[in-house]
């Protein structure tokens, strides 16, 4: 894929009106088989002890990790996702997401995600796996354009 291709998956997942955008995730950067993200932490993301909701880092990792397996071209949907809680999210104001690939194969692809507060602290550790729906990405993306 091409800078212009990784611009267009950044440009569209952040303004599809989805689960994603709703939540506040702004992806930031995307590359082949690496993502980046992040989320300004407002009262609607915390849990009733104070700290960011676990529901909400797990939408995060899944977001910055689906976007990174676009970058390999093909359309993808979630099939399998571990979350390892670290360090409690209190008094965070902005958290961050960082995909890697770990694999690419033909039908499944894995990535690591860590989520870090403004500090650098590792709040989870994620492993989020993708199963390939052999539909180009690209197409879909023309389509949407003339929408």
């Excluded at 093909?74 to 104001?93: C, P």
Aim: proline fraction near 1%.
């Amino acid at each position: 894929m091409t800078n212009q291709s990784f611009e267009k998956i950044k440009r569209y997942r952040n303004s599809y009106h989805g689960a994603s955008e709703y939540i506040g995730i702004k992806i930031l950067d995307v590359n082949e088989g690496w993502a980046k993200a992040e989320l300004e932490i407002k009262p609607y993301h915390l849990n009733p002890i104070g700290s960011v909701h676990g529901g909400v880092l797990f939408a995060l990792a899944d977001s910055v990790g689906g976007a990174a397996a676009w970058s390999r071209g093909q359309l993808v949907t979630t099939s399998n996702g571990s979350i390892e809680y670290l360090n409690a999210g209190r008094g965070a104001k902005k958290i961050f997401a960082e995909a890697s690939e770990l694999k690419a194969g033909k039908n499944l692809l894995t990535y690591d995600v860590k989520i870090t507060n403004e500090e650098n602290k590792l709040l989870c550790h994620v492993t989020l796996q993708y199963f390939s729906l052999h539909r180009s990405l690209e197409d879909r993306l023309k389509e949407l354009e003339e929408e």
